[in-house]
């Protein structure tokens, strides 16, 4: 059983275009995270969701909408996609920080 | 500015040896380090967690050294193998807080 599952895994759209990732976690962790990848591989905190409350938005254009349904799931919205966009797109959970994350495999969008 | 800081993008080292990996950070109080391992195209993997108020952590191959007065963190690979080759990052969490904020990475190549 996948812990933490992203879908899709790739996906490529035009600019302007609006799209949704989802994210669901099978851990029983309370907090959810959604991070972006750049490419240089630099790991940046969008969001943090804990038991569906936003805890964290961190200077994220507010294009970016995240929706957490229930504590396992937490999917990110995404309007008006720009080229500066793409990049690859984790999701991450954990049950308190005496432990680490677990990390979905990543989404990797490419705007062109 | 907060930084989080890795020693290099690019580190190798001949297998048998030991790796040793830097993280050095400013501006930040963190109250705990973790060390992650990432391989292409996957999400990264919690490898080792250390709190402020401790020294030295470790597990099998693997230790993780934490120095608050230096505000820097080493992470070792002791008798390295090709198997270790991947990204290495270091995140840190404050007591403000569970959300993680990631080091830049280093590329591990340990070469046979």
Not at chain 1, 50 to 64: G, Q, S
Request: proline share 4%; with cysteine.
């Amino acid at each position: 059983d996948t812990a933490v599952s992203q879908t899709p895994k790739y996906l490529v759209t035009q600019m302007g275009n609006d799209k949704s990732i989802k994210c669901e976690q099978n851990l029983g962790h309370d907090t959810m995270y959604w991070y972006k990848q750049d490419s240089k591989k630099f790991l940046k905190i969008m969001f943090s969701y804990n038991n569906k409350e936003l805890i964290i938005n961190e200077t994220v254009p507010n294009r970016f909408s995240p929706k957490s349904p229930d504590k396992a799931h937490l999917n990110l919205h995404i309007n008006s996609l720009e080229l500066g966009d793409s990049a690859v797109y984790f999701c991450a959970s954990s049950g308190d920080r005496n432990y680490g994350y677990t990390f979905g495999s990543g989404t990797r969008l490419t705007v062109v | 500015s907060q930084k989080i800081e890795q020693n290099s993008e690019a580190l190798n080292i001949q297998e048998g040896k030991t790796a040793t990996l830097t993280c050095n950070y400013t501006n930040y109080s963190p109250a705990y380090l973790q060390w992650y391992r990432q391989d292409p195209g996957r999400g990264p993997v919690f490898l080792l967690l250390i709190r402020e108020n401790e020294k030295e952590k470790r597990k099998e191959r693997l230790k993780v050294t934490f120095d608050t007065t230096l505000k820097q963190s080493l992470f070792h690979i002791t008798a390295s193998q090709p198997a270790d080759s991947a990204t290495y990052l270091c995140a840190l969490s404050t007591w403000a807080g569970n959300q993680f904020y990631f080091g830049t990475g280093t590329s591990l190549t340990v070469i046979p």
